[in-house]
């Protein structure tokens, strides 16, 4: 077989199978979560009877350009995945998650609802608070493989995480933000269900609600994507770590309270601009002397 | 079949009560009765629900608030009346105030007596509730 059509079935078993296994993982953080709390947890499929449920209500917007920018949303994560499953420029997929978190903002900025438009500012923060380590971890994972495509770093003989320890740990800091985990969890959350908390789909119900889940589900695959590579030479140790990664953020999830904005800002910039850039230093020396 | 009785989320709001059904509404989401098992989720956002559950009797101001939730809600929507102040004033029905219970402003599907109402009976109601708005989807489907 070609590489065209394995990578052409790879990305249709990503279409197809990163919502399936993101609602399921959603619903295990759902349970597991639960447990946490003492208490039994809704069946692993809630995830999905919420989605399908979602889908069978009412179509009703603010106006008329706001379910535009919720389906740009789940296209380009979408997008972001499938290239990023395909092998493809890891920029490339960086700057489309990028895109696509900017559609839901202008969704959330589109209504004049006060919580959904503190919400989408809230979310540009976060963004804000990220996206420095984001760019570390690819730029690191350059200079360790001298090649920016997935597909090159994947089959990279050296174990990443001999190279980029540090910006693992970054990764993994700035993963709780993008998770949408407490005590991150500032533009929307998924545990409380109250105004500011929930701010940023405030004004999203029914169809577009499930739009949003659904690539959330994607994103949550991708980003997991993110944290196997670090490991890609051992594909079963590449998807141990991922799951273990979610269950630390579960964890940090239920034992911490949120933070203000100022505080998520500051200690997401301040461990890109120690761990991450002094690995990537590290990194540079080594390899280039 | 639709899932709407598999995820069914509520929204509460506190009319005039003396906030004894409040707290049992709130025991409802505990470790001890859990409602989550059922996938009821209880969000602050009417868009969001699917069951509006309303506690305490109806008065002169907040008959326009819960006006505006019930029209924010999207179909198919359940009204749930909780505790017998909600059901019909209970002991604030002399009261110059009130209304009455909530059928004096919204169309209200299942009534939970109690006084307070326990838990277990609020659960009840709400799976009674469930059964409602499947009914209502199917009226609704043809409509649509
Ligand atoms: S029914 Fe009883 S407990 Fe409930 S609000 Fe009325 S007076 Fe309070």
Redesign the pocket.
Known sequence: MTTTAITAIIVILYLIGAPILGGILAGLDRIITARMQGRYGPPVWQPFYDVLKLMSKEKAAVNKTQNFYVFCFLLFMIFTGAVFFAGGDLLLVLFALTLASIFLVLGAFSSNSPYSFIGAERELIQTMAYEPMVLITAAGMYLATKSFFVADIAAFSTPLIYYLPGIFIGFVYILTIKFRKSPFDLSTSHHAHQELVKGLTTEFSGPTLAMIEIAHWYENIFLLGIVYLFFAFNPLLGVIVALLTYFLEILIDNSNARVTWQLTMKSAWIVAATLGMANLIIVFFKLSV | MSYLAKSPWLIHYDGS?????DIEVLACLTPMYDVERFGIINTGNPKHADILAI??SVNEQNIPIIKNIYDQMLEPKVVIAI???ATSG??FRECYNVQGGVDQVIPVDVYIP????RPESIIDGVVKGLGVLEEKYKKYGKKR
């Open positions: 009560s003396c906030n004894g059904c506690t305490g505790g017998i102040c209970g002991i109690g006084c307070a109402a």
